[in-house]
C-alpha cells in the first residue's frame, strides 16, 4: 500500500476564538475605513463576508473540491468516490465544464449550502440511498464538488474555479504524473494555499499506470515541489480510478474530515491567517493617545495667534483700556473731547461678551500674511508629522490629511474665537471711581472759587464794594479753591498716569492669555482632535488586528 504522508494532525479550531476573530477583523475595517487604501481592504471584506455566510449554513456538512487540470482524473476518481457515473468523463479539452456535487446524505440538508456555492439543481446528487446499509455511512456530511479543469481554454471555467476555490472548506489537488510538476498548479494555485496547509491534499492519480518505485519517485519529487510552494508536511497520496492503489487512502482522509467537522473552521481560520499575515505591514508600535507634544501644540498655537492677529488685538484692549481710563478719570469738563475719539477695541468689532450678549460678530481684523498663512501650514504639517513619528504607511498621510481636514474651516473658528473672547475690560476697576471722584471734587472746588472770584470781579467792575473774602494765612480761600483744584486735578492726572500704564499693561497681558486659550482650543477642536482621532483608529486597528492574528482575545 502507498505510504500517505500527512501533516501532524492539527489543533483543533476554536468556534467561539475563529469568531472572535473574524468580529476582530471587521473592527479593522471599521477602524480603517476611509483611511488605509481599498486594495488593501477588500480581501479583508471578503474574508469577512465569506465567513458570516458559511458560519451562518450548515456546521453539519464538509465541502471538499476535487480540483485538477484537464486529464488529471479528477472526474473518474469523482464517480468513483460516488460509486455512480455523475461527471462526464472524456479526452476532449475541457472535460468538465461546469461544477457538479454529490451529498452523502439527503441533499435537502445541503440546499442553502449548495445555493451559496452556486451548484445549479441539476447538477446536484445524493447517495442517501446507499446509506441505509452503513456503506456510505462514514461520509455522511460530504459534500464533494467536482470543478470544472483549471487549464480549460474557457476562462469562464477557470473563473469558477477561482470562485469556488475561495468557498470550498477543502481541496483534493489532482495530479497526474504526466503533469504533476506543471508551473500553472503551482505558481497560480498550489503556493497561494500555504496559509491552507490543513485543508489541502495532493492525489498523484493515475498511479496504476506506474510500477510502486516509479510511484514512490514521482511521490518524493512531489513532495519535494510542495516544500519549495510553502506546503511541506501536506498531506500527499497516490491514487486510481480504475485500478491498484485505489481510492481507499483518499476516502480515508475524507471520512477523517467529516468525522472531525473542522474543515470549515479550519478553512475559515487559515483565510483569517492569510488576511492578517497580509495586513501585519499596516501596523506597528502601540500609541497613546496623545504624541503631540508640547512644545509642537506651542507652535501651532503661535502661528494660529499670528494668523488671527492677536497681536493686533492685544494692542487695542491696551489702547482701549488707557482711552477707557482717560475718559473716566481726566479732567470732568474736557472728558468730552476724550468721547470724540473711537474706542480702539469697536475699531475692530471687537466687544466683550458682557458688554454685547448678541451673536458674535466678524471682526475687522486684517486677513493674515501669505507668510502666516504658510507658517500655519508648516504647524500644522508639524503636529501629523509628529503624530506619525513611528506609525507605518499608510497612516503618516492619514494623519497628514486629517490634520489639515479643517483648514478651510480655521479662518472663521480663529475669527469667531478672537470676537468671542472676553477681553476683561467690561467693568471698570474700583479705583477708577475714587479717582473720578477726586476730579470731581477738585473740579467743583476749582469752579466755586472761579465762581466767588467771579462775583467779585463782578461787583468791582459795577463800582459796588469788594466782598471780604475769608482767607487761609494771606491767600483768599475763592483764590486757593480755585488754584487748589488744578492743582489737586493736575497732580490726581499725574499720579494716576503710571498706574493706567501699569494696569493697561496688565489687561493687555491678561487678553493675550485670554486670546491665546481661545486660539488653543481651535487647534485643538480643528487639528489636534482629528488627528487623535486618526490615532484612535490606528490603536483600534492595531488591537483589532493583534486579536485577528490570534495574539490575544477578550473574554
Not at 472535460?95 to 439543481?121: N, Q
Not at 477543502?170 to 508551473?183: E, I, N, S
Not at 514512490?216 to 515541489?225: G, I, N, P, S
Not at 472531525?260 to 499575515?277: H, M, N
Amino acid at each position: 500500500m502507498t505510504e500517505v504522508i500527512n501533516r501532524p494532525t492539527a489543533g483543533r479550531v476554536d468556534a467561539d476564538l475563529l469568531v472572535r476573530r473574524i468580529d476582530a477583523l471587521g473592527r479593522f475595517l471599521a477602524a480603517g475605513e476611509g483611511r488605509v487604501p481599498d486594495n488593501r481592504l477588500v480581501p479583508v471584506h471578503t474574508v469577512v463576508e465569506r465567513a458570516g455566510q458559511r458560519l451562518s449554513l450548515s456546521r453539519d456538512h464538509t465541502v471538499v473540491a476535487l480540483a485538477g487540470s484537464t486529464g488529471s482524473g479528477k472526474s473518474s476518481l469523482f464517480n468513483a468516490l460516488a460509486r455512480m457515473n455523475l461527471s462526464p468523463v472524456g479526452v476532449r479539452r475541457p472535460t468538465t465544464g461546469v461544477t457538479y456535487a454529490c451529498v452523502w446524505g439527503p441533499v435537502e440538508g445541503a440546499a442553502g449550502l449548495l445555493d451559496w456555492l452556486g451548484v445549479l439543481p441539476r447538477h446536484r446528487f445524493t447517495r442517501e440511498s446507499e446509506l441505509d446499509g452503513d456503506r456510505e455511512a462514514g461520509l455522511r456530511g460530504l459534500v464533494l464538488l467536482d470543478l470544472p479543469d483549471f487549464d480549460s481554454i474557457d476562462v469562464s471555467h477557470r473563473a469558477e474555479v477561482d470562485r469556488l476555490l475561495g468557498l470550498v472548506d477543502l481541496v483534493v489537488w489532482v495530479v497526474d504524473p504526466q503533469k504533476y510538476a506543471d508551473k500553472l498548479v503551482h505558481e497560480s494555485y498550489l503556493r497561494q494555499f500555504h496559509q491552507h496547509r490543513d485543508v489541502t491534499v495532493v492525489a498523484l492519480n493515475h498511479a496504476d499506470r506506474l510500477d510502486p518505485a516509479d510511484v514512490q519517485r514521482c511521490l518524493t519529487d512531489l513532495r519535494r515541489l510542495l516544500d519549495v510552494d510553502g506546503l511541506p508536511g501536506v498531506a500527499t497520496l497516490a491514487s486510481s480510478a480504475y485500478g491498484p492503489p485505489g481510492y481507499g487512502e483518499l476516502r480515508a482522509v475524507l471520512e477523517r474530515a467529516v468525522a472531525e467537522r473542522q474543515a470549515s473552521l479550519r478553512r475559515l481560520s487559515g483565510d483569517v491567517d492569510r488576511v492578517t499575515a497580509e495586513l501585519s505591514t499596516l501596523v506597528g508600535p502601540a500609541v497613546s493617545g496623545d504624541l503631540v507634544d508640547r512644545t509642537t501644540v506651542r507652535i501651532l498655537t503661535d502661528a494660529l495667534a499670528h494668523a488671527a492677529g492677536v497681536s493686533a488685538v492685544v494692542h487695542a484692549a491696551e489702547q482701549a483700556y488707557r482711552h477707557r481710563a482717560k475718559r473716566r478719570m481726566g479732567w470732568p469738563v474736557l472728558r468730552w473731547l476724550r468721547r470724540l475719539r473711537p474706542d480702539p477695541l469697536k475699531r475692530l468689532h471687537l466687544q466683550s461678551t458682557a458688554e454685547n450678549p448678541g451673536p458674535v460678530a466678524a471682526t475687522s481684523l486684517p486677513e493674515p500674511t501669505p507668510a502666516q498663512r504658510a507658517a500655519v501650514g508648516l504647524a500644522v504639517r508639524a503636529v501629523a508629522d509628529r503624530a506619525a513619528d513611528s506609525l507605518p504607511a499608510p497612516w503618516p498621510a492619514v494623519l497628514a490629511t486629517a490634520a489639515r481636514s479643517r483648514a478651510d474651516d480655521l479662518p472663521d473658528a480663529l475669527d469667531r474665537a478672537v470676537a468671542g473672547t472676553d477681553l476683561g475690560l467690561s467693568r471698570s476697576p474700583a479705583w477708577w471711581t475714587l479717582v473720578s471722584g477726586i476730579q470731581w471734587l477738585a473740579t467743583l472746588g476749582a469752579l466755586a472759587g472761579l465762581a466767588w472770584l467771579a462775583v467779585g470781579w463782578g461787583l468791582a467792575a459795577l463800582g459796588l464794594p469788594l466782598p471780604d473774602y475769608p482767607k487761609v494765612g494771606i491767600v483768599p480761600v475763592p483764590t486757593l479753591l480755585l488754584l487748589g483744584g488744578i492743582l489737586l486735578g493736575l497732580l490726581i492726572a499725574g499720579l494716576s498716569r503710571p498706574l493706567v500704564a501699569f494696569s493697561a499693561r496688565r489687561a493687555a497681558s491678561r487678553a493675550l492669555s485670554r486670546l491665546r486659550a481661545a486660539v488653543g482650543e481651535v487647534a485643538r477642536e480643528y487639528v489636534l482632535m482629528p488627528v487623535r482621532t486618526a490615532l484612535r483608529a490606528y490603536a483600534d486597528a492595531r488591537d483589532a488586528l493583534a486579536i485577528a492574528s490570534g495574539e490575544r482575545t477578550r473574554r
